[in-house]
């Protein structure tokens, strides 16, 4: 009866140890496959992380969405130390060594989001990019001290162009978004390497989706949504608007310069109008901006609502909680680079230019009817 029970445990264990053998296998990471996964930049390496929750999270700590995983750093915003993940022991892919993960992001305002992440590899960049499958150090081409392949692409289309549409060295040309794999040495750590997905510029939901599902969600969401946007009307109501003429002659001078600009522009394109035309446009575009000082609440609110829904779209929430301390909305947009002083200014003047069809009507009719009668401006 003993040798039938122990017979009975022995197989009941061989079972088990079968079955956690084959659990263990399937939860194996092939880093060639992962590699390869990561080097597309896009969701195809986090949906793979998933597959492999268990392997993964050997490794370190790991965060899970839907159909994500993502490996888990101390603070994304802070410096190498933090935005940083060490491997519990180093992961080996043929004779690559995969010492961490590094996950970051930036926003520089009106120069961008800037999101990184990737792999901390042993060995500088010639002899990590060796060791890479071919199907990825093929695609790294030399670019200074680092390999590179970028990507960019126009937020208001689909799809993504090979290449850049920015020189080198400046920020991604506003409106569009640019998508790398990068090699490069490790700042501070010699014998170390990053191989790192970049996306950066003008990056929005739609440009996260199928990349960064993660960021994609927490930046759609409607009510970050609209707390950003409260935040950011909270703002701009400590908005004053600074004159913009000091006095009237200072202001029937900036009324001649537009006018004497348009006469040019006309004058180039062949017009012949008689100095009576420009003498009668230089009176409607004073009586014009002298119309405007005395709209002041009405382009003030058009302000407010103007640079409130410039400083949600372009800041995060924590950089908006951080704009609210600032004494002066000015300082907090130029502070945060939503704008530059130069910017403001003339967003300021734009504004009021181009009010005439709102609040000037009156002006706007009797430039219309000089036209009619001398003919139409160039445009």
Same mark, same amino acid.
């Given at each position: 009866?003993?040798?039938? =029970?122990?017979? #009975?445990?022995?197989?009941?264990?061989?079972? &088990?140890? =079968? +079955? *956690? &053998?084959? @659990?263990?296998?399937?939860?194996?990471?092939?880093?060639?496959?992962?590699? %390869?996964? *990561?080097?597309?930049?896009?969701?195809?390496?986090?949906?793979? $992380?998933?597959?492999?929750? !268990? #392997? #993964?999270? @050997?490794?370190?700590?790991?965060? !899970? !969405?839907?159909? *994500?995983?993502?490996?888990?750093?101390?603070?994304?915003?802070?410096?190498?130390?933090?935005?940083?993940?060490? *491997?519990?022991?180093?992961? /080996?892919?043929?004779?690559?060594s995969l010492l961490g993960f590094q996950d970051s992001y930036s926003n520089l305002g009106q120069d961008g989001r800037y999101y990184y992440w990737g792999f901390v590899l042993a060995g500088k960049p010639d002899a990590v990019r060796q060791a890479l499958p071919a199907s990825i150090a093929g695609q790294l081409k030399p670019d200074g001290a680092l390999y590179a392949r970028g990507e960019w692409r126009d937020i208001g289309k689909p799809g993504w162009q090979a290449g850049s549409a920015t020189p080198?060295? @400046? +920020?991604?040309?506003?409106?569009?978004? %640019?998508?790398?794999?990068?090699?490069?040495?490790? %700042?501070? @750590?010699?014998?170390?390497?990053?191989?790192?997905?970049?996306? !950066? &510029?003008?990056?929005? /939901?739609?440009? $996260? %989706?199928? =990349?960064?599902p993660d960021q994609q969600r927490a930046e759609s969401d409607p009510a970050y949504i609209a707390a950003k946007r409260e935040l950011a009307q909270a703002i701009m109501q400590r908005y004053a608007l600074p004159p913009l003429w000091e006095n009237a002659d200072a202001r029937r001078a900036a009324a001649q310069k537009s006018v004497d600009a348009l006469r040019k522009k006309d004058e180039a394109a062949g017009g012949r109008k008689p100095e009576a035309f420009w003498q009668a446009l230089a009176e409607i575009q004073n009586r014009a901006f002298d119309a405007m000082d005395k709209q002041e609440a009405a382009t003030q609110d058009r302000l407010r609502v103007l640079f409130a829904a410039l400083m949600a779209v372009r800041l995060d929430k924590a950089q908006l909680e951080e704009a609210a301390k600032e004494g002066s909305p000015i300082v907090a947009m130029a502070g945060h680079n939503v704008l530059s002083v130069e910017g403001i200014v003339s967003m300021q003047q734009l504004l009021r230019l181009g009010g005439w069809d709102a609040l000037l009507r009156e002006s706007d009719a009797e430039r219309s009817a000089l036209e009619k009668q001398y003919g139409p401006l160039a445009r």
């Open positions: 009866m003993k040798s039938m =029970i122990d017979k #009975a445990l022995r197989m009941t264990l061989a079972a &088990g140890l =079968i +079955a *956690f &053998g084959a @659990q263990a296998s399937a939860e194996t990471l092939d880093g060639k496959a992962m590699l %390869e996964a *990561f080097s597309r930049c896009d969701a195809s390496f986090f949906s793979y $992380l998933s597959r492999h929750a !268990q #392997a #993964a999270g @050997q490794l370190g700590p790991t965060y !899970q !969405q839907a159909d *994500f995983l993502n490996f888990k750093v101390a603070d994304r915003l802070g410096a190498d130390s933090a935005n940083t993940l060490r *491997f519990a022991n180093p992961l /080996p892919v043929g004779k690559l080198s060295g @400046q +920020a991604p040309k506003n409106g569009t978004a %640019e998508r790398l794999l990068l090699l490069e040495a490790r %700042e501070g @750590q010699p014998d170390e390497s990053t191989l790192l997905c970049s996306l !950066q &510029g003008s990056v929005n /939901p739609s440009v $996260l %989706e199928g =990349i960064r």
